[in-house]
């Protein structure tokens, strides 16, 4: 489905779910944050349950999801991202339907380091063991501070891939005068002819939701059922 | 012959203080190692209690054993600090100045947790899960509020 323009069509590009793990993620990763900052660590557990869900959906989504939610639509190679950090400089929006190479690399990382920080958080122990993981029973008291040190890392690392991804952000608005963050909300975007993009139907995104639900839910319980 | 003996003299009274010095400070950081050493017995036992306490049947006699080793712990706390341990020692510590120039109060926090420690092992040892339960709260908030006020925030 698409509109005419005379500069090109505004089709649709992010999907619903896609759309909606993105803000949820930015959300709880927000509140995790306040959370354990005001030593709210109960409030702390269940945003981070949640995130987990999130990651869940969003792992089965870039196989089984829409098209510009896939890994296999959007991770290339060395050379195809080499050749496109040389259009760079140009000011043109690069006319491809999603993440260009170089983003989709910056979409692994930031998975990866949500994941490291979620499982580092599943195993934690507070100094003084009263605050801790579900998972946390699985470890010795010193391994699990040691999570905790890797856990305020991941943070770190979390921290300085948030404020990358919006440098972009801003240098696409700035630069190259395309509106990122519009089409991660409207879920549509400009381009010069219908990239044609497949969706997946509703009732898989809710096998998925289902399936991610289960697992935060196993993990928030240390899969003591 | 006079003037170098005094010279011989000055420079082994010299060595000596400074050898002196160094063996004090090394002393102290050994006692900064050795209270870290304590500190993490200390929280191995009592996650060894709580570790037991989120199980749907808790093995008493575990609990019990783990209460009955925090309590001994506990007991051993305010030997951990001897004057001199705190930055000062040239070793990393967590532990504020604070500890020693606000003694009383330190040793009244250590205090506390003897007394929870204590708490909690008497009920252990009566077998009382439910009791233990909220009575390992208290332990913590014990061990929160010396943390609190005397050890350095980590990754600050």
């Known amino acids: 489905m698409s509109t005419a323009s005379a500069s090109g069509v505004r089709a649709r590009l992010w999907d619903a779910p896609t759309r909606l793990v993105h803000w949820a993620l930015v959300a709880l990763v927000l509140f995790a944050w306040w959370s354990a900052e005001t030593d709210r660590m109960a409030w702390h557990r269940w945003s981070g349950y949640a995130v987990v869900g999130l990651l869940v959906f969003r792992l089965i989504w870039g196989f089984a999801g829409s098209g510009s939610a896939r890994f296999a639509s959007f991770v290339r190679g060395p050379a195809a991202t080499l050749a496109y950090v040389r259009t760079l400089p140009d000011r043109t929006k690069a006319d491809m339907p999603g993440h260009n190479p170089l983003g989709a690399w910056a979409v692994l990382a930031l998975l990866a380091v949500l994941i490291a920080q979620s ?6 122990v507070d100094v003084d063991a009263i605050e801790a993981g579900p998972l946390s029973d699985r ?7 040691l999570f905790a040190k890797w856990h305020h890392w991941s943070f770190w690392a979390l921290e300085a891939l948030v404020a990358l991804h919006l440098a972009a952000i801003a240098f696409y608005l700035v630069y190259k005068r395309a509106n ?3 089409a991660m909300v409207t879920g549509r975007q400009d381009f010069g002819r219908d990239p044609d993009l497949s969706f997946a139907p509703p009732w898989r995104a809710m096998l998925a939701a289902i399936f991610a639900a289960a697992i935060a839910w196993l993990v928030s319980t240390g899969f003591r059922l | 012959m006079a003037g170098k003996s005094r010279w011989v003299l000055g420079a082994a009274l010299a060595l000596s203080v400074t050898a002196g010095g160094a063996l004090a400070q090394s002393a102290m950081a050994q006692a900064v190692k050795d209270r870290q050493a304590h500190f993490k017995q200390q929280g191995a036992a009592f996650k060894a209690v709580l570790d ?45 100045p604070e500890v020693w120039t606000d003694q009383p109060n330190f040793l009244a926090a250590a205090q506390r947790l003897q007394g929870e420690t204590a708490k909690l092992d008497e009920l252990a040892g009566a077998g009382d899960i439910g009791a233990v339960k909220a009575q390992a709260r208290a332990v913590g908030l014990a061990c929160k509020n010396c943390h609190d006020r005397y050890r350095v925030p980590e990754n600050s």
């Open chain 1, 119 to 124: 499982v580092t958080g599943l195993y934690a």
């Open chain 1, 139 to 145: 470890v010795s008291f010193d391994t699990g501070r």
């Open chain 1, 180 to 182: 990122l963050v519009r």
């Open chain 2, 52 to 96: 037991e306490l989120k199980k749907d049947a808790p093995d008493k006699a575990a609990v019990a054993a783990n209460a009955a080793k925090l309590k001994g712990i506990a007991a051993q706390l305010p030997t951990w600090f001897p004057k001199g341990s705190g930055p000062e020692a040239g070793v990393k510590t967590a532990a504020k």
